[in-house]
């Protein structure tokens, strides 16, 4: 069985920060893409950005410069540092991935994610 388990979402005015971290466990290998998608309400899901297992990031236009996808220590563990927060930020945030020798891709359960003053 794959979880994928998110945390750090929560209430932040403009402008600030937070990071969100998603961490994969399971019998599973080395994670092929770890991705972080946002859905807000009434909208469809979005992807935000990607992180290959070389290290290889990609960001949607509306994110770039304000947030960062990493993987520390080379485990199955991604980052999701956000800055410069505006409330179009707003949305549930959900982490995706696929692995080596799976056929199968995976979802996290959400984190909601709220900028407001």
């Known amino acids: 069985q794959v979880q994928l388990v998110e945390s750090g979402g929560g209430l932040v005015q403009p402008g600030g920060s937070l990071r969100l971290s998603c961490s994969a466990s399971g019998s599973i290998f080395r994670f092929k893409t770890m991705d972080w998608y946002r859905q807000a309400p009434g909208k469809e899901r979005e992807l935000v950005a990607t992180?290959?297992?070389?290290?290889?990031?990609t960001y949607a236009d509306s994110v770039k410069g304000r947030f960062t996808i990493a993987n520390l220590n080379a485990g199955n563990t991604v980052f999701l540092q956000m800055n410069s927060l505006k409330p179009e930020d707003t949305a549930v945030y959900y982490c995706?991935?696929?692995?080596?020798?799976?056929?199968?891709?995976?979802w996290g359960q959400g984190t909601q994610v709220t900028v407001s003053s």
């Open positions: 995706h991935a696929d692995f080596f020798r799976n056929m199968n891709d995976y």
């Open positions: 992180i290959t297992s070389g290290g290889t990031t």
